[in-house]
T-cell receptor, first 114, second 113 residues
Framework: SQKIEQNSEALNIQEGKTATLTCNYTNYSPAYLQWYRQDPGRGPVFLLLIRENEKEKRKERLKVTFDTTLKQSLFHITASQPADSATYLC?????????????FGTGTKLQVIP | NAGVTQTPKFRILKIGQSMTLQCTQDMNHNYMYWYRQDPGMGLKLIYYSVGAGITDKGEVPNGYNVSRSTTEDFPLRLELAAPSQTSVYFCASNAGQGGSPLHFGNGTRLTVT
């Protein structure tokens, strides 16, 4: 069955450093991968989309890579700030049974220490 | 622009009671979804709808029902609540094309005791 793995342990980094979060998957060939941010008590908020034929996407301080051979995505936040502290979810998607099925990982909690 | 609005924010139910979780969106999205989120388990799809009058089951539909009479509204009904339905429920919508972002509400925290 499809499996998506994100670091279950929290990631603590110093302010100003680059945070790197990983998303690994098995038994899946997604057409695209999305990253979401979730703050406590709130719903996830979409950050970035990368498609299977793309290697890298950037948006301001965010960068996502997608390696379909390794079945892995890396999510980078450069010059991290305490306001970046949140849980980050990866989600894999593609056509399934007539609709766009999106499957979520369990998320990685990022703590940026001032 | 409200986006996706869910009510109530919190609810406590006794075993066997029923309730409806409300969800409405103002983005004219055809696709709407209900997820539940349990600690360490990620978001699981309960039901989805590709348009008014059309609904289908997701991964974990047992114990739930939905309806979609309008584009804007997608209520989730819990019949005969059980402790296993204690969770945080999220409604989401999107345009439905491949990769289009999901827009989430802020959730309903439900406890069944």
């Amino acid at each position: 069955s499809q499996k998506i793995e994100q670091n279950s342990e929290a990631l603590n980094i110093q302010e100003g450093k680059t945070a790197t979060l990983t998303c690994n998957y098995t038994n899946y060939s997604p057409a695209y991968l999305q990253w979401y941010r979730q703050d406590p008590g709130r719903g996830p908020v979409f950050l970035l989309l990368i498609r299977e034929n793309e290697k890298e996407k950037r948006k301001e301080r965010l960068k996502v890579t997608f390696d379909t051979t390794l079945k892995q995505s890396l999510f980078h936040i450069t010059a991290s700030q305490p306001a970046d502290s949140a849980t980050y979810l990866c989600a894999l998607g593609g056509e399934s049974g007539g609709y766009q099925k999106v499957t979520f990982g369990t998320g990685t909690k990022l703590q940026v220490i001032p | 622009n409200a986006g996706v609005t869910q009510t109530p924010k919190f609810r406590i139910l006794k075993i066997g009671q029923s309730m409806t979780l409300q969800c409405t969106q103002d983005m004219n999205h055809n696709y709407m979804y209900w997820y539940r989120q349990d600690p360490g388990m990620g978001l699981k799809l309960i039901y989805y709808s590709v348009g008014a009058g059309i609904t289908d089951k997701g991964e974990v539909p047992n114990g739930y029902n939905v309806s979609r009479s309008t584009t804007e509204d997608f209520p989730l009904r819990l019949e005969l609540a059980a402790p296993s339905q204690t969770s945080v429920y999220f409604c989401a919508s999107n345009a439905g094309q491949g990769g289009s972002p999901l827009h989430f509400g802020n959730g309903t925290r439900l406890t069944v005791t």
